[in-house]
């Protein structure tokens, strides 16, 4: 069974930072790209960052130049470094892995901004 487990996330002010991780177990593959989405109170669940295993990048426009995704694919986990953080950042934070059969879901992490 995969599982994804997230960390790292909980309050900051602005302008803070914050590192989330997932880590994914389990029997897991042909992986294509891991990420972050995130979802606000009210709003659609957004793509936040993701990464190809070729590493190739894509964020989304309001992270670009303040958020940087990473991974370790020897022990599939994916970080998001979140610097300059704003109270719009606020949001339940998901990663996700996606292969060429299904995405996998972490349970979802609190990351809260204060102004």
């Known amino acids: 069974q995969v599982q994804l487990v997230e960390s790292g996330g909980g309050l900051v002010q602005a302008g803070g930072s914050l590192r989330l991780s997932c880590a994914a177990s389990?029997?897991?593959?042909?992986?294509?790209?891991m990420g972050w989405y995130r979802q606000a109170p009210g709003r659609q669940r957004e793509l936040v960052a993701a990464?190809?295993?070729?590493?190739?990048?894509n964020y989304a426009d309001s992270v670009k130049g303040r958020f940087t995704i990473s991974r370790d694919n020897a022990n599939n986990t994916v970080f998001l470094q979140m610097n300059s953080l704003k109270p719009e950042d606020t949001a339940v934070y998901y990663c996700?892995?996606?292969?060429?059969?299904?995405?996998?879901w972490g349970q979802g992490i609190q990351v809260t901004v204060s102004s």
């Open positions: 389990g029997r897991i593959f042909s992986i294509n790209d």
């Open positions: 996700y892995v996606g292969t060429y059969y299904t995405h996998y």
């Open positions: 990464m190809a295993t070729g590493e190739s990048t």
